[in-house]
């Protein structure tokens, strides 16, 4: 942590979960897509770690917002702006699709979701995707309405989440396949539910559009939630860099392209459908990338990050950086998401580091660690 | 301030200043445009006030990214942005400029740098304009090109920033005209200097390309500013309110339209100049606007906002929104910023507001307080 506070202001939203999680033991907050995100609860990174494994956690990530997509034209804006294939697509399923501009630099890595052929939405990470959108259907003169809906998503994550949701939704959630969404009941209301959410120990994302009826899904989750030692959360650290779960704006941004990052098989070059960046893909795919995303294990026991740190070569050549590193109880290790230059991404490779003033060595590996 | 710490990682980009200003004094961050930016140092919210009143302030303003247009289609681009006409406009001014969509509402308000026909830089407010320029460009297949130039603006702000500057760029930068910039030399280095800044207090602000000397120039303005009681500092909450600098996101957002903002002589529908939302606004304008943004003066001696506060009538009918507010050492009373629904909007009309608990009486005033 910083010691540094966060100055809050209405540019900052606030979610309508705000007051309850600043009197759950809240430490700290990040922004993300104009709105506040927690980023630590009380206890310690590693407790909150092994809790998140072993238990359930309650997630505010209404900071994930969405953008809605609806109209004549909506499956070919959505499709322009995606290198992943949706022409197979089905409604009641999300989609990871990364947003690329015509240069196939990355703006997004949004989870699509697709309601029907005329409407969609794009659960975004943390960049203005609506204002790509209307300039694009602007300039195209697409067919489309773009706004962004009343959605606070909260999530349900954990091992502990499954039966957790079972007790209030009854056993037909247990049916919803990974990626899956469906509107389910919770008292006078219907809640679209997805199995999705930004760690890999499972879980469900509640896109609560009806607020009092969310906050009271959320407190009842709490009440009924003691028996499997439920806890306030939010997207760990540890758990996303040892699951490899990519951050926009962390591991990944505009200057990066995703077969850079490694979404190749998200990025379909081999039929006719049409999206931006196609050309500058096929030629890239041809010529072969200059840089690649990896995993890095250092022997360090301690790192605290806020910008990329330069790795180096033997003779003090700059041949990567990293950009999201944390210790891993796992692995004993600093572990990382690091972005080499060609020809230095081969597993195994040793590279130089200076972290805090001290000098140490690292070793390149694949994601995801575990 | 709200005791939470803020969590740092490279998607909050930290400033080449980052390191000097948590080292003078930095007690708290906002974000703002991905990345971080000061929003208090040591002192009290007066103090800090006063001193930038008095004295002169250096301010970490990098967060205030630029987005730069160029090619051949460059001009047609930014005026296709802006209702604001810019067919007159000179190279090296800087204009203030309403970015609208098609419906007319608000996306952004940039000071606009225009270089030449060709080349404009886009100073923004808080939100990712690069991706609404390219959305643009790429539907309407202009040819320009979209770039983040690497530029981290330092301000200098207050009173004595014109003796300050003086003594190291020499007389030629008082003959700098509000608005104006120019290229001014600082040891072996050129530096883009606009006669602007975020406070009413006068100033400049540094566009620093050239990072290392940049950070000279940070150092020794500290040195050789002794002498004119220089401090670090930031956009100041207490002056921008009374000055009414309005802030993008905190008082007006997409849901706005410019003249419901009182942009009027920035809206200029009276010539065949081609601009989004140009129909719409000309409908707004026939109709008249539904609501307006105005002052508020309430009789208290302290607030903190983190989001919108409701306005209502004696008959508890919602009648408007306050969105930022302070409280003033100037009235002796807390004075804000808020959209009034119609007809709502007099000066001196009397409503009711509820802060923290507290019921009490504002009335409507005009803007700028001061």
């Known amino acids: 942590m910083s010691n540094i506070q966060i100055a809050k202001a209405r540019r900052l939203r606030s979610t309508p979960y705000t007051s309850r999680i600043e009197k759950q033991g809240l430490k700290a907050y990040t922004t993300y897509n104009h709105m506040l995100l927690p980023a630590a609860f009380e206890g310690s990174m590693e407790e909150t770690y092994y809790h998140l494994k072993e238990h359930v956690q309650i997630w505010d990530v209404a900071a994930e917002r969405q953008v809605e997509i609806s109209g004549d034209d909506a499956f070919k804006l959505v499709q322009l702006m995606t290198c992943r294939d949706l022409s197979e697509s089905k409604d009641g399923r999300c989609y990871y699709c990364p947003i690329v501009d015509d240069q196939a630099g990355l703006i997004n890595d949004p989870i699509v979701l697709r309601f029907n052929e005329n409407k969609w939405w794009l659960s975004i990470a943390d960049s203005d995707v609506i204002l ?137 070059l081999d039929n006719d459908i049409e999206f931006l960046g196609k050309e500058r893909l096929k030629q890239i795919k041809s010529e072969g990338i200059n840089k690649k995303l990896m995993g890095v294990m250092i022997n360090l026991d301690n790192i605290n990050m806020s910008q990329s740190i330069e790795l180096k070569d033997n003779k003090n050549n700059i041949i990567g950086e990293m950009r999201s590193a944390v210790f891993s109880p796992t692995f004993k290790k600093v572990i990382g998401i690091a972005m080499f230059k060609k020809p230095f991404w081969d597993v195994g490779l040793e590279f130089n580091i200076n972290i805090g003033g001290i000098s140490t060595k690292g070793t390149v590996c694949n994601i995801p660690f575990i």
Not at 177 to 202: C, P, V
């Open 132 to 268: 790509f959108a209307k300039g694009l259907a602007i300039g195209k003169n697409f067919n489309v309405k773009i706004v962004e809906p009343t959605c606070d998503i909260m999530a349900i994550q954990g091992p502990k989440s499954f039966p957790l949701m079972e007790k209030i939704f009854g056993e037909s959630i247990t049916d919803l396949k990974f990626f899956g969404f469906d509107y389910f009941d919770f008292r006078d209301s219907k809640h679209l539910i997805a199995r999705s959410g930004w760690s890999k120990q499972g879980g469900y994302e509640v896109y609560v559009e009806d607020t009092s009826s969310g906050l009271e899904l959320y407190d009842h989750l709490f009440e009924i939630g003691k028996e499997f030692n439920v806890k306030p959360g939010c997207p760990h650290l540890i758990e996303r860099i040892e699951s490899a779960l990519l951050s926009y704006g962390n591991d990944i941004d505009l200057k990066d392209n995703p077969l850079e990052c490694g979404f190749d098989k998200y990025v379909n």
